[in-house]
Structure formats: structure tokens, C-alpha cells
């Protein structure tokens, strides 16, 4: 169980926030236009690295917004949380 | 050596000392025809059909570890395959049929015990699923029992019909059941070795080999080899190994956790199921309750879960059975699960020649470990998936054709 730090209210339990995978994902401009191939990749693969994950959370119990959590998925270690629109950090940054 | 009662009692004369390791310790040979990388039931089964069906005679198995020691040896052993869609239930109940002959063709006792599992309705909806999925289920040929409140309350004396969520009836499938789990692994091991399969335990592999977009060998922490196919068997590090052969899989790897009670005197008899409260319980052998339930939310590799889950699982199980409630709790342990996003399995080809995968069982692998190695054996034997596999390609998450099996995990999603 972590304590995860949402960029809006702080320190709180991780009871109180739920995980929705990935962070960083972009939808295609043109939906209509890609390929199934492309549109696959979108919308199923994901890179579920055994290192640093960027991820998306929503702070349910508190308030309610998204952020990013940058965490090893090895160690459960969170390495920094930041907001929904900021910039990715890269892993040497931290 | 066969095991048989003359050899039991011919040994008994030497206390038991002499009998014969099960399988050994070969070497890593520079050269093989087909490597399975994975020495849990799957993979193990798969070079054992291998060797057995498809007369493929210089195969080796690379575990990291050692064999049946990741999710073949983390799971709750429960067996059934009364899953909703045609495509699903024809694998799994290959399985089941598989499981049914499985301690004599591998003259190994894998304790396979058919007590039957009641997967419980607690809602209209629910008796709903259950009816549509108990009528699926016998147009596929399973066995199926759609059964009312009365009927469970007599079958399950002891167990709560009355609670915040009520029991109002249950699906049955007297055939599933379950079975030990480290004996699969043992068994298709020693009847592999058996066949010439090398086991090479602790053997990591660090790097695939491609030329021309084929495979071609494999880098280990044993040294080199080259190969001419692959079948990679990973539960929890499908993504890693992809990820060394240049592609990636939809699949998320998130922990899923279990737990033993202290061994008690004979109390259930048979395999419990729920999705909406979300437990699963059944009684070992030994007197443990083993309890299952859902996995966390977020990817990890740590094998170890989150402690609000284990109370998400205590709940649901001393509401069904207030009996449990003073009981303690002796073990817990978790799992790394390589979740789809339709909750089926990925069996097949991939983007790279003559390296086919299976993967992605998710939280409920180990009950198809006959049907998954047999069907997988007969895609790498052959380099293309039969009639029961094909569904599963990786290609499905292209084509749009998902196997969308709500069934698979015991719990919405």
C-alpha cells in the first residue's frame, strides 16, 4: 500500500485513489484516417515496462481530479507526481 | 521409473532412499530445435506434447528460477471452464477433458479433485448471467446446473443465504474442481524428461536474437544458444521478453494476491465462487482454506499486493461463511498476473518468425494448463495455431475480434 502524494491535497492514503494505467497516450488526431493496426495499438498495447511507469490516477475520495504518477514498478517506490498537462519528466530529471 | 504400488513397496525395503530424482540438472546444450522459455505447467506441458505428440526430439525448457515456482505455484488450483463465449469454453474445457486423464498419462498423482464449484448469484442480475451463461454452457457441451436458493442453502448448510447481499442461487459445474498445483508442474517436468526434454533451471534469458526478422537464438545467463523456434511461456514477464524480441502486447502486469487460513477438520467440500461480493474459497487438502480474489489496479512486478485488498477479500468471506470468522490467517503472497484487455489468453504467432507466444491468462491461468500447453505445443510443432488456439492471436486486438470473457476473472470489468 503507498502513500501517494496528489498534487492538489498532499499526502493520503492509497485507498483513496484509484489507478487507470498508462499516462501519456494520445488519441489519433484523425480516427477516421489510421489504420486498424494504429488504431490498435491506441486503444491496447501498452509499454508495462519492469522499471519507471508513468501513470494516470484520479484522487476519488478526496478531490476527484486526475494527475500523473511517475513510479518504479519494481519496488513500488513513487518517484513524483505531477499534474494532468505538465511536462513528462524524463527519468534523469529526477 | 514408473511410479506404481510394487515400486512403493519394493523401495519401502530400502526406507525410501533409492528412488530415482524426478528430473535432473542437464547442461545447456549450444544448439536446440525448440526452446520454451518458462518452467511453469504451461510451459512445461507444452514441451512435454511437444516431445509426446509432435515428434519434435531436441527441445529444452529455461526457467529462471525454478520450475513451478512463479503463478503455476501462486494460484488457488481451482479448475472449471464454464466461461460464456464458444471460443473460451472450447479451450478451457479441452482443458478440463485434458485434466481428467491427466494423473495417469503422466504417471504422477496431480491430485486433480472434480468437487464441484458453485459460482454464486447475489441479484436478479446475477441469476440472469448465471441462467445465460448455464444455457451457453450446455450448448457448448459443458456441464451446467442453474440452481435455486433452496437448492445451495441445502448442498451449503453453513454458509450465510441471508446477508447484505443475499445468495438467491448458483451456477454449478460438477466437473470443475481442483488440483495441486506443484504436482502439474512435477509431473509434466519428470514425464518431459522422461520424452529428452532438458530442464535447465536458472537460466534468466537476457536477449532474442533476430536475423531477417527471424528468431534464431536466445542470450541466457548460461551462455548463448541458437534455436531454430521459440515459444515464450512467461506469466508476469510477457512484456519484458517482448519488449527483447522488438515488440510490445497489450497487457498490463498488475499483482493478484492470495492466502491460507490455519488447516482446520473438513468443512467445504466443494469450490465457492463470487463475482459481486468477489471471493473465491475452497479447502485444501491439508484442511487450509485457500481464498482467492481480485488483483490490484496498477501495473507492478513486486510480486506483493496492497493490504486493502486482503481485507476486500476477508469481507465478502466472513459475510458468506460467519464460521471463518475467528479463523487465522497463515500465509499470504502475491503474484505478478499479465492481464489482456479482454481477460483472455494471447496464444499464437507474433511479429517475429518462428517466435510464437502464449500468454496473458491473467488471474486465471492455471486451471487451463493442459488445454493452453497442448493447443500451444501444436501451434509451435506447426507454426500455425489450430481450430481452438486461433481465436487467440495477437492479431485479434487489431481486427476488433476480442474474446471479451467477463467469466475469465470472477469479476465485473
Known amino acids: 500500500m503507498f502513500v501517494i502524494k496528489c498534487p492538489y491535497c498532499g ?6 485513489f484509484s489507478c487507470h494505467g498508462e499516462a501519456h497516450i494520445a488519441r489519433p488526431d484523425n480516427p477516421a484516417e489510421v489504420s486498424d493496426e494504429e488504431w490498435g495499438e491506441y486503444l491496447f498495447f501498452r509499454n508495462n515496462p519492469k522499471g519507471i511507469h508513468f501513470e494516470r490516477w484520479t484522487h476519488d475520495h478526496g478531490c476527484r481530479r486526475w494527475f500523473n504518477v511517475m513510479r518504479d514498478t519494481v519496488s513500488d517506490k513513487i518517484v513524483k507526481t505531477y499534474k494532468m498537462g505538465d511536462q513528462k519528466p524524463g527519468v534523469k530529471d529526477v | 521409473m514408473k511410479y ?31 526452446i520454451i522459455v518458462g518452467g511453469g505447467g504451461h510451459g512445461l506441458g507444452t514441451a512435454y506434447y511437444l516431445a509426446k505428440e509432435f515428434g519434435v526430439k531436441n527441445i529444452a525448457v529455461l526457467e529462471k528460477g525454478w520450475i513451478g515456482g512463479g503463478n503455476t505455484g501462486r494460484n488457488t488450483t481451482i479448475i472449471r471452464s ?10 478451457y474445457n479441452h482443458a478440463v477433458n485434458l485434466w481428467e486423464g491427466l494423473s495417469s498419462e503422466l504417471n504422477f498423482n496431480v491430485m486433480f479433485s472434480q468437487r464441484g464449484l458453485y459460482h454464486l448469484a447475489h441479484s436478479v442480475h446475477d441469476m440472469q448471467e448465471i441462467t445465460r451463461r448455464g444455457y451457453s454452457n450446455y ?41 495441486r498445483h506443484d504436482a502439474v508442474a512435477w509431473g509434466y517436468a519428470r514425464a518431459a524428461e522422461n520424452l529428452g526434454v532438458d530442464i535447465i533451471q536458472n537460466c534468466e534469458v537476457k536477449g532474442i536474437d533476430i536475423s531477417n526478422g527471424k528468431v534464431v537464438g536466445l542470450q541466457t545467463t548460461k551462455g548463448s544458444v541458437k534455436v531454430d ?10 512484456s519484458v521478453l517482448a519488449d527483447m524480441a522488438g515488440f510490445t502486447l497489450p497487457i498490463n502486469s498488475v499483482p493478484l494476491q492470495a492466502l491460507v487460513s490455519e488447516p482446520i477438520k473438513p468443512i467445504l467440500d466443494c469450490v465457492i465462487m ?17 481464498v482467492g480474489a481480485g488483483s490490484d489496479a496498477y501495473n507492478s512486478y513486486s510480486q506483493r499486493g496492497s493490504f486493502d485488498m486482503i481485507e476486500h477479500m476477508m469481507a465478502p468471506l466472513v459475510e458468506l461463511f460467519p464460521i471463518f470468522s475467528r479463523l487465522k490467517m497463515l500465509r499470504s503472497w502475491g503474484g505478478i498476473v499479465d492481464v489482456t484487455p479482454d481477460r483472455s489468453p494471447i496464444i499464437g504467432k507474433t511479429p517475429v518468425k518462428d517466435l510464437f507466444i502464449n500468454c496473458g491468462w491473467g488471474t486465471g491461468g492455471f486451471k487451463a494448463t493442459p488445454g493452453s500447453a497442448h493447443v500451444f505445443a501444436e501451434t509451435v510443432a506447426k507454426g500455425e495455431p489450430n481450430d481452438i488456439a486461433a481465436p487467440f492471436s495477437l492479431d485479434r486486438h487489431y481486427s476488433g475480434a476480442l474474446v471479451d470473457e467477463a467469466a475469465a476473472a470472477a469479476v465485473a470489468h
Do not use: C
Open chain 2, 139 to 179: 450448448l457448448n457441451g459443458i456441464d451446467a446446473e442453474i440452481l435455486n436458493q433452496e437448492q445451495v442453502a441445502k448442498k451449503i448448510p453453513h454458509m450465510n443465504m441471508h446477508g447484505r447481499y443475499p445468495v438467491l442461487g448458483a451456477l454449478l459445474q460438477r466437473r470443475a474442481g481442483t488440483a
Open chain 1, 11 to 16: 499526502e493520503r492514503d492509497q485507498t483513496e
Open chain 2, 4 to 34: 506404481s504400488f510394487y515400486n512403493l513397496v519394493r523401495n519401502s525395503f530400502s526406507y525410501h532412499e533409492n528412488w530415482e530424482k524426478a528430473w535432473s540438472s542437464p547442461e545447456l546444450k549450444p544448439e536446440y530445435d525448440v
Open chain 2, 229 to 238: 523456434k521459440v515459444g515464450l511461456v512467461p506469466a508476469g514477464h510477457s
Open chain 2, 274 to 290: 463470487s463475482n459481486s461480493v468477489h471471493v473465491y474459497v475452497s479447502q485444501s487438502d491439508k484442511g487450509e482454506l485457500v
Open chain 2, 82 to 91: 464454464n466461461y460464456l463465449w464458444d471460443e473460451s469454453a472450447a479451450l
